[in-house]
């Protein structure tokens, strides 16, 4: 397909695992977001790639979560020793890069993250 | 710190009227700003963007204001349908030059037949 895929679209996982999560952006699109949204609440910002620079990693929350590029396209999202709290959709959402970044984020449907 | 408000309420509307929705931010000088729609279970898909210098911007039923001294955008849906019910979020520039989002928790519309 034509958009952003994100798998898996659901994961259940106990407590203390690591998991991994995959984005497969818009052929062509030089950026690439991960967000989360807990229940009730408002997307959060995770991580940013722009092409070959370092990402902006500002909004992770603790060194478990870790982020990689490969190639500059497929983004794999790693959270490690997983913690209730980290119960949310992680949305991942990718953009061309235009003058001042004022472009449209494309996104995925997600991954249901669930912590027994 | 920055903050991007939205109506928590829901907003129910008969169907045929406008629905207009409102957006309020704090401790920004965006360049711009987006309004995507969320479905349930669903990503959030672009609907607008308006930049800082631009007071109103329309794409077919949709009509999007941007008052950057009262730091606030409106939009609206005209003629609404059942099929406009969604949440509706308003997004800001993380840093006022560009990069990634931060969104509003949104307001959900319901148009009712």
């Known amino acids: 397909g034509a958009g952003v895929s994100q798998s898996p679209s659901n994961k259940v996982t106990e407590k203390g695992k690591d998991v991994e999560l995959r984005c497969d952006p818009i052929?062509?699109?030089?950026?690439l977001y991960w967000y989360r949204q807990s229940l009730g609440q408002g997307l959060e910002f995770l991580i940013y790639f722009q092409g070959n620079s370092a990402p902006d990693k500002s909004g992770l929350p603790s060194d478990r979560f870790s982020a990689e590029r490969t190639g500059g396209s497929v983004s794999t999202l790693t959270i490690q020793r997983t913690q209730q709290e980290d119960s949310a959709v992680y949305l991942c959402?990718?953009?061309?890069?235009?003058?001042?970044?004022?472009?449209?984020?494309?996104f995925g449907d997600g991954t249901r993250l669930s912590i027994l | 710190s920055q903050k991007i408000e939205q109506n928590s309420e829901a907003l129910n509307i008969q169907e045929g009227k406008t629905a207009t929705l409102t957006c309020n931010y704090t401790?920004?000088?965006?360049?711009?700003l987006q309004w995507y729609r969320q479905d349930p279970g669903r990503g959030p898909v672009f609907l607008l963007l308006i930049r800082e210098n631009e007071k109103e911007k329309r794409k077919e039923r949709l009509k999007v204001t941007f008052d950057t001294t009262l730091k606030q955008s409106l939009f609206h849906i005209t003629a609404s349908q059942p099929a406009d019910s969604a949440t509706y979020l308003c997004a800001l520039p993380r840093r006022d030059s560009g990069y990634a989002l931060n969104f509003g928790k949104g307001t959900s519309l319901l148009v009712t037949p």
């Open positions: 052929s062509g699109h030089t950026a």
């Open positions: 401790n920004y000088s965006p360049a711009y």
């Open positions: 959402a990718s953009s061309f890069q235009g003058a001042g970044g004022n472009q449209p984020q494309h």
